[in-house]
T-cell receptor, first 112, second 112 residues
Protein backbone atom coordinates (compact mmCIF):
# COMPACT_ATOMS: atom_id res chain seq x y z
CA UNK A 1 0.00 0.00 0.00
CA UNK A 2 0.88 3.67 -0.07
CA UNK A 3 2.95 5.17 2.72
CA UNK A 4 4.83 8.32 3.65
CA UNK A 5 7.95 8.46 5.79
CA UNK A 6 8.78 11.79 7.28
CA UNK A 7 11.76 13.07 9.20
CA UNK A 8 11.15 12.84 12.91
CA UNK A 9 11.17 15.90 15.08
CA UNK A 10 11.01 17.94 16.98
CA UNK A 11 13.13 20.47 15.13
CA UNK A 12 14.22 23.66 16.87
CA UNK A 13 15.78 26.48 14.88
CA UNK A 14 16.78 30.09 15.30
CA UNK A 15 15.10 32.77 13.25
CA UNK A 16 16.55 33.14 9.73
CA UNK A 17 17.96 29.61 9.78
CA UNK A 18 17.51 27.19 6.88
CA UNK A 19 14.83 24.52 7.28
CA UNK A 20 14.70 21.12 5.59
CA UNK A 21 12.18 18.41 6.40
CA UNK A 22 12.75 15.14 4.57
CA UNK A 23 9.87 13.15 3.12
CA UNK A 24 9.95 9.94 1.12
CA UNK A 25 7.02 7.93 -0.16
CA UNK A 26 5.98 4.52 -1.41
CA UNK A 27 3.15 4.34 -3.93
CA UNK A 28 1.93 1.84 -6.50
CA UNK A 29 0.64 4.43 -8.96
CA UNK A 30 1.42 8.05 -9.80
CA UNK A 31 0.48 10.01 -6.70
CA UNK A 32 0.11 13.70 -6.07
CA UNK A 33 2.20 14.98 -3.19
CA UNK A 34 1.39 17.62 -0.60
CA UNK A 35 2.74 19.47 2.38
CA UNK A 36 0.23 20.54 5.00
CA UNK A 37 0.86 22.81 7.98
CA UNK A 38 -0.95 22.78 11.31
CA UNK A 39 -0.56 25.83 13.54
CA UNK A 40 -1.27 25.37 17.26
CA UNK A 41 -4.95 24.77 17.94
CA UNK A 42 -5.91 24.88 14.28
CA UNK A 43 -6.80 22.53 11.46
CA UNK A 44 -4.58 21.47 8.59
CA UNK A 45 -3.88 23.94 5.80
CA UNK A 46 -2.45 23.03 2.44
CA UNK A 47 0.99 24.60 2.17
CA UNK A 48 2.01 23.41 -1.30
CA UNK A 49 1.50 20.61 -3.75
CA UNK A 50 2.98 18.85 -6.80
CA UNK A 51 1.03 16.57 -9.08
CA UNK A 52 3.71 15.03 -11.29
CA UNK A 53 7.41 14.25 -11.40
CA UNK A 54 9.78 17.27 -11.41
CA UNK A 55 6.99 19.66 -10.42
CA UNK A 56 8.04 22.21 -7.82
CA UNK A 57 5.46 23.43 -5.36
CA UNK A 58 6.03 26.72 -3.57
CA UNK A 59 4.20 28.97 -1.15
CA UNK A 60 5.12 31.45 1.62
CA UNK A 61 8.83 30.93 0.94
CA UNK A 62 8.56 27.14 1.22
CA UNK A 63 9.48 24.86 -1.68
CA UNK A 64 9.40 21.16 -2.45
CA UNK A 65 10.23 19.27 -5.64
CA UNK A 66 8.60 15.98 -6.66
CA UNK A 67 11.49 13.59 -7.29
CA UNK A 68 10.29 10.34 -8.77
CA UNK A 69 13.76 8.81 -9.04
CA UNK A 70 14.34 9.14 -5.29
CA UNK A 71 10.61 8.99 -4.33
CA UNK A 72 11.08 12.14 -2.29
CA UNK A 73 9.36 15.45 -1.67
CA UNK A 74 11.56 17.34 0.80
CA UNK A 75 10.34 20.65 2.20
CA UNK A 76 12.74 23.61 2.37
CA UNK A 77 12.69 27.22 3.46
CA UNK A 78 15.69 29.47 3.27
CA UNK A 79 15.00 31.75 6.23
CA UNK A 80 12.44 30.77 8.84
CA UNK A 81 10.47 33.09 11.09
CA UNK A 82 8.94 32.59 14.51
CA UNK A 83 5.55 32.48 12.79
CA UNK A 84 6.63 29.29 10.94
CA UNK A 85 6.46 27.35 14.19
CA UNK A 86 3.97 24.58 13.48
CA UNK A 87 3.58 20.89 12.70
CA UNK A 88 4.33 19.99 9.07
CA UNK A 89 2.83 16.94 7.37
CA UNK A 90 3.87 15.33 4.12
CA UNK A 91 1.01 13.53 2.34
CA UNK A 92 0.20 11.70 -0.84
CA UNK A 93 -2.95 10.99 -2.79
CA UNK A 94 -3.12 8.12 -5.25
CA UNK A 95 -5.53 8.16 -8.22
CA UNK A 96 -6.94 4.78 -7.16
CA UNK A 97 -7.26 5.59 -3.48
CA UNK A 98 -9.95 7.64 -1.81
CA UNK A 99 -7.78 9.01 0.95
CA UNK A 100 -4.69 11.04 1.75
CA UNK A 101 -1.88 9.10 3.38
CA UNK A 102 0.05 11.22 5.87
CA UNK A 103 3.51 11.11 7.35
CA UNK A 104 3.88 11.25 11.12
CA UNK A 105 4.32 15.03 11.19
CA UNK A 106 7.33 17.12 12.17
CA UNK A 107 7.06 19.72 14.90
CA UNK A 108 9.11 22.81 14.10
CA UNK A 109 9.85 25.48 16.68
CA UNK A 110 11.57 28.70 15.63
CA UNK A 111 13.17 30.78 18.37
CA UNK A 112 13.62 34.54 18.12
CA UNK B 1 -17.55 31.86 4.51
CA UNK B 2 -16.02 28.67 5.92
CA UNK B 3 -15.34 25.97 3.34
CA UNK B 4 -15.42 22.97 5.69
CA UNK B 5 -17.08 23.52 9.03
CA UNK B 6 -17.50 21.07 11.84
CA UNK B 7 -19.29 21.40 15.14
CA UNK B 8 -18.73 21.41 17.99
CA UNK B 9 -15.13 22.57 18.30
CA UNK B 10 -14.79 21.15 21.80
CA UNK B 11 -16.66 18.23 23.31
CA UNK B 12 -16.19 17.00 26.87
CA UNK B 13 -18.28 14.02 27.90
CA UNK B 14 -18.39 11.08 30.25
CA UNK B 15 -17.54 7.49 29.43
CA UNK B 16 -20.49 5.55 28.12
CA UNK B 17 -22.24 8.54 26.56
CA UNK B 18 -23.23 8.86 22.90
CA UNK B 19 -22.21 11.94 20.94
CA UNK B 20 -22.27 13.31 17.40
CA UNK B 21 -19.99 15.59 15.42
CA UNK B 22 -21.38 17.37 12.39
CA UNK B 23 -19.52 18.36 9.24
CA UNK B 24 -20.59 20.44 6.27
CA UNK B 25 -18.70 21.57 3.19
CA UNK B 26 -19.75 24.25 0.72
CA UNK B 27 -17.10 23.51 -1.89
CA UNK B 28 -19.18 21.19 -4.03
CA UNK B 29 -16.76 18.31 -3.48
CA UNK B 30 -17.71 14.68 -4.06
CA UNK B 31 -15.42 13.12 -1.46
CA UNK B 32 -15.50 13.60 2.30
CA UNK B 33 -13.36 12.12 5.06
CA UNK B 34 -13.07 11.68 8.79
CA UNK B 35 -9.57 11.59 10.26
CA UNK B 36 -8.50 11.01 13.85
CA UNK B 37 -5.46 12.81 15.25
CA UNK B 38 -3.95 11.33 18.38
CA UNK B 39 -1.93 13.02 21.10
CA UNK B 40 1.27 12.54 19.09
CA UNK B 41 -0.30 14.38 16.13
CA UNK B 42 -0.52 11.23 14.03
CA UNK B 43 -3.37 11.39 11.49
CA UNK B 44 -5.30 8.26 10.69
CA UNK B 45 -8.08 7.92 8.14
CA UNK B 46 -11.30 6.61 9.63
CA UNK B 47 -13.84 6.88 6.84
CA UNK B 48 -13.99 8.04 3.27
CA UNK B 49 -17.19 8.77 1.36
CA UNK B 50 -17.66 9.48 -2.31
CA UNK B 51 -21.04 10.80 -3.49
CA UNK B 52 -22.63 9.68 -0.21
CA UNK B 53 -21.27 6.17 -0.61
CA UNK B 54 -18.90 4.64 1.94
CA UNK B 55 -15.59 3.85 0.25
CA UNK B 56 -13.18 3.32 3.13
CA UNK B 57 -13.83 2.04 6.64
CA UNK B 58 -10.42 1.74 8.12
CA UNK B 59 -10.83 -0.84 10.92
CA UNK B 60 -12.76 1.56 13.08
CA UNK B 61 -14.81 0.08 15.96
CA UNK B 62 -18.46 -0.20 15.03
CA UNK B 63 -19.27 2.21 17.87
CA UNK B 64 -18.35 4.83 15.27
CA UNK B 65 -21.01 5.32 12.63
CA UNK B 66 -20.72 7.89 9.86
CA UNK B 67 -23.78 9.20 8.08
CA UNK B 68 -23.88 11.17 4.86
CA UNK B 69 -27.39 12.54 4.23
CA UNK B 70 -26.15 14.36 1.13
CA UNK B 71 -22.87 15.18 -0.61
CA UNK B 72 -22.31 18.29 1.48
CA UNK B 73 -22.62 16.62 4.90
CA UNK B 74 -20.79 13.85 6.70
CA UNK B 75 -21.65 13.39 10.36
CA UNK B 76 -19.96 11.12 12.87
CA UNK B 77 -21.88 9.44 15.64
CA UNK B 78 -20.04 7.69 18.45
CA UNK B 79 -21.76 5.27 20.84
CA UNK B 80 -20.59 4.20 24.28
CA UNK B 81 -17.63 6.55 24.41
CA UNK B 82 -14.39 5.24 25.89
CA UNK B 83 -11.37 7.03 27.34
CA UNK B 84 -9.31 5.98 24.31
CA UNK B 85 -11.64 7.88 22.00
CA UNK B 86 -10.18 11.14 23.29
CA UNK B 87 -8.54 12.80 20.29
CA UNK B 88 -9.03 15.53 17.72
CA UNK B 89 -11.36 14.53 14.89
CA UNK B 90 -11.04 16.24 11.54
CA UNK B 91 -13.50 16.34 8.73
CA UNK B 92 -12.21 17.06 5.22
CA UNK B 93 -13.41 17.18 1.65
CA UNK B 94 -11.78 16.83 -1.76
CA UNK B 95 -13.00 17.32 -5.34
CA UNK B 96 -11.89 13.87 -6.42
CA UNK B 97 -8.74 11.79 -6.02
CA UNK B 98 -5.95 12.61 -6.32
CA UNK B 99 -6.69 16.20 -5.42
CA UNK B 100 -5.84 17.98 -2.21
CA UNK B 101 -8.19 17.82 0.74
CA UNK B 102 -9.60 20.81 2.62
CA UNK B 103 -9.88 20.36 6.36
CA UNK B 104 -12.22 21.63 9.02
CA UNK B 105 -10.92 23.16 12.23
CA UNK B 106 -11.25 19.93 14.15
CA UNK B 107 -13.29 18.74 17.14
CA UNK B 108 -11.35 18.09 20.31
CA UNK B 109 -13.13 15.24 22.06
CA UNK B 110 -12.27 14.58 25.70
CA UNK B 111 -13.81 11.58 27.42
CA UNK B 112 -13.64 11.66 31.20
Amino acid sequence: GNSVTQMEGPVTLSEEAFLTINCTYTATGYPSLFWYVQYPGEGLQLLLKATKADDKGSNKGFEATYRKETTSFHLEKGSVQVSDSAVYFCALSDPDDYKLSFGAGTTVTVRA
Amino acid sequence: DTAVSQTPKYLVTQMGNDKSIKCEQNLGHDTMYWYKQDSKKFLKIMFSYNNKELIINETVPNRFSPKSPDKAHLNLHINSLELGDSAVYFCASAPRPPREAFFGQGTRLTVV
